[in-house]
């Protein structure tokens, strides 16, 4: 601002990159190949493969960098004495005795040339020997290895190494190739010229891989493939949408393995040492284990975690692998509208999409059932009933079977309100139109045994009517039709790779948010279980699930890994878990993330589905040694200046203890701001052990 107030126009902020730099933000065609080109060894669950350089699985005998310095300068000294004493004479020229009885008579006249050089010679050679006896005595290779050139390379960034042949070069497309046919062969020749004119990205080398993927697995003609490619180049086979990016990456994606990178594991003892400063990726083969990440508000959860992810399933979708749902609050931070397909503004008038209630389906006792869940998933039964569970989807069949054979649709939002509180009139319109029909006499008798139960013990239609009213206000009155007077998204959607976001209402309605995580949940396991297509990876990622575990949804994301889906929940807290779940849902899930800033409790529930493991515990005892002679008080104090400690005499006990992997304390209290500890498996049933993991790298 100036002085008049005005704001100050001097000053303009240069616009926000489109992308993170990367190796994307290289020159084209050359960034695209050296990409490609990076080596991306085989590594175990969880490591970012790009440019990975394996480790040994045991840290290796590491000698103090003083005392190897100090032994090194001081084995240098002693070769240099003794070559020292045998050059000036000292130790006598008995070392010169071989010499002499080699070298014949002829050669002994003084400045002799060969004279000269055969002494010179044998004077390197005894050089020689000296100095490789003081070298291995003071380790002056581990001294190169560590300090010297080597270890400058060591740190260098990996660098793309180009293929041994051309047969092995990625960028020549083997696989089709090695097909044989000529549309093969013409395809791959094109795809090839357009990797080396910078006309390919690594969105474009995904979506045609998959495309290839679906030739293969006799779902894409061949000659469909082929034609396009040849019209199209890398351009072939789009997303419906036509996107071939994203409008900004803030995430670093490896699309050749499908992972994108969270952080680096930390050079810490308490992670095994091949993980150490290697970096932490997720790919969908472990979101197919679903995840669910616990942390305070400010601890990364959204940033660091569900920003990422979201960023990686909406490239997989432009890829045709993957279709994802996002579920957060709005401004929440979940990526770019123009990152999604379908954007559905829940409470908000100008929203583009709606939501269908009922997830698509024409079956009543589908939809009850989903419904049910939604509406009274968290209320345990007050009668403790084994059939509590079942009781409000029994409610809601009761009605909406009877409403969808009379109108041939499900009610609205005030309709079913009306039905559930039990109105006359709407009842005994109901049960009139179905009278007329002989069909309908099943339910007919349906809806009588609900006005019979209607106001008795036990009755849940009062509380479903009380949680219905939650969505029957005035800003949702535009949303959830039913009339077809406009088109819902439904989640059966899924079969294709579709990117959608959907905010919820957290401010005012709180409690409606809840209720339609629930039903966004209930609807997304019910609409993967009958999908056709179970090649695309399908994920639900809901932020802030508070409210949202239910036994049903613990049984229903212990299903998801068999249909090739997943879902990503975030706590804040395990307390907005019920207790008796805690321990289900963590278990039911395979990858684990807490965040720093947990509290002893929560870390508790994560210390014991970790586990425990067999350990090496050392007891260590150290004695100083006192000198009593002026020589020992003289080795004491050059052993203090090599090694930089007194001598002690020192008493190890060796012995395997179980331990936990992670204590509560340590959870709580030794995680640093900005880390997590994160655990992984993936669908096949590989595991990576808790990792301490710095998400700022």
């Not at 994606?253 to 969270?262: E, F, K, S």
């Not at 952080?263 to 790919?283: E, H, K, S, W």
Request: glycine share 8%; hydrophobic share 45%; with cysteine.
């Amino acid at each position: 601002m100036d002085t008049d107030g005005k704001p100050d126009t001097h000053f303009v902020h240069p616009p926000r990159p489109r992308h993170a730099p990367s190796v994307e933000a290289a020159p084209a065609g050359a960034a695209f190949l050296d990409w490609l080109r990076t080596p991306r060894p085989e590594a175990a669950p969880g490591i970012w493969r790009f440019g990975h350089r394996p480790r040994p699985d045991e840290e290796p005998e590491v000698t103090p960098a003083r005392q190897l310095v100090t032994g090194a300068v001081i084995s240098f000294l002693v070769g240099w004495l003794v070559w020292s004493l045998l050059w000036n004479g000292y130790l006598g020229g008995w070392w010169l005795l071989p010499l002499w009885a080699m070298v014949p008579e002829s050669w002994a006249e003084p400045h002799s040339i060969a004279a000269v050089v055969v002494v010179y010679a044998y004077y390197a050679l005894v050089g020689g020997v000296i100095l490789v006896a003081v070298a291995r005595l003071g380790r002056w290779a581990e001294l190169w290895r560590r300090f010297g050139p080597p270890a400058w390379r060591s740190r260098r960034p990996a660098e793309a190494v180009a293929p041994r042949s051309p047969d092995e070069d990625p960028a020549r497309f083997a696989e089709l190739r090695a097909a044989g046919s000529p549309e093969a062969l013409a395809a791959a020749d094109r795809l090839a010229a357009d990797a080396a004119a910078g006309l390919m990205r690594d969105i474009d080398h995904a979506r045609l891989t998959r495309a290839w993927q679906s030739v293969r697995a006799g779902r894409l003609p061949l000659t469909a493939f082929a034609d396009a490619v040849l019209k199209d180049g890398a351009a072939a086979c789009p997303h419906p949408s036509g996107a071939r990016d994203l409008p900004v990456r803030t995430a670093r994606h490896d699309l050749l393995t499908g992972q994108v990178r969270l952080g680096a594991a930390a050079d810490d003892p308490r992670n095994p040492y091949a993980y150490r400063d290697a970096g932490v990726a997720l790919a969908p083969d472990l979101l197919a284990t679903s995840l669910v990440a616990v942390g305070p508000a400010g601890a990364g959860k959204t940033s660091a975690l569900v920003r990422p992810l979201a960023e990686s399933l909406t490239l997989h979708a432009l890829a045709g692998r993957a279709a994802v749902v996002v579920v957060g609050a709005d401004g929440a931070g979940l990526g770019a509208v123009d990152a999604y397909d379908v954007v559905v503004r829940i409470g908000d008038p100008h929203s583009p999409h709606d939501l269908d209630l009922y997830g698509g389906t024409t079956d009543p006792d589908e939809a009850a059932a989903v419904l049910a869940e939604a509406l009274a998933g968290d209320v345990a039964d007050p009668e403790g009933s084994a059939e509590g569970g079942r009781r409000p989807a029994t409610v809601l069949g009761q009605l909406l079977g009877p409403f969808r054979a009379v109108h041939d649709r499900f009610p609205s939002v005030p309709e079913l309100r009306a039905l559930l509180d039990g109105d006359p009139e709407p009842l005994a319109a109901l049960r009139e139109a179905l009278a007329r029909d002989p069909a309908h006499a099943s339910l007919v008798r349906e809806l009588g045994a609900r006005q019979r139960q209607a106001g008795r013990h036990g009755d849940t239609a009062p509380l479903l009517a009380d949680r219905i009213a939650l969505l029957d206000r005035p800003a949702f009155a535009t949303f959830f039709d039913t009339t077809g007077r406009t088109r819902p998204f439904s989640l059966r959607a899924l079969d294709h790779p579709v990117r959608v976001r959907v905010d919820l209402p957290r401010h005012g309605h709180a409690e409606a948010a809840r209720i339609l995580a629930r039903l966004l949940l209930a609807q997304f396991a019910a609409s993967v279980a009958v999908r056709r297509d179970r090649s695309l990876f399908a994920c639900l990622v809901l932020d802030e699930a508070a409210g949202v575990v239910t036994p049903e949804a613990v049984r229903a994301v212990q299903r998801l890994r068999s249909v090739n889906a997943g879902v990503v929940l975030t706590l804040r807290t395990l307390d907005d878990v019920p207790r008796a779940l805690r321990g289900p849902l963590l278990g039911s899930v395979g990858c684990r993330v807490a965040l720093s800033g947990l509290t002893p409790w929560d870390g508790q529930d994560f210390a014991e589905v970790w586990g425990k493991e067999w350990t090496e515990a050392r007891d260590v005892t150290d004695r100083q040694i006192v000198a009593e002679t002026p020589a020992g008080k003289a080795v004491h104090a050059l052993r203090r200046v090599i090694t930089g400690r007194a001598p002690t005499a020192r008493a190890v006990t060796v012995r395997q203890v179980e331990r936990e992997r992670w204590s509560a304390s340590d959870l709580a209290h030794g995680v640093p701001p900005g880390h997590a500890v994160v655990s992984l498996t993936t669908a096949a049933g590989e595991h990576a052990p808790p990792l301490l993991t710095d998400l700022r790298a």
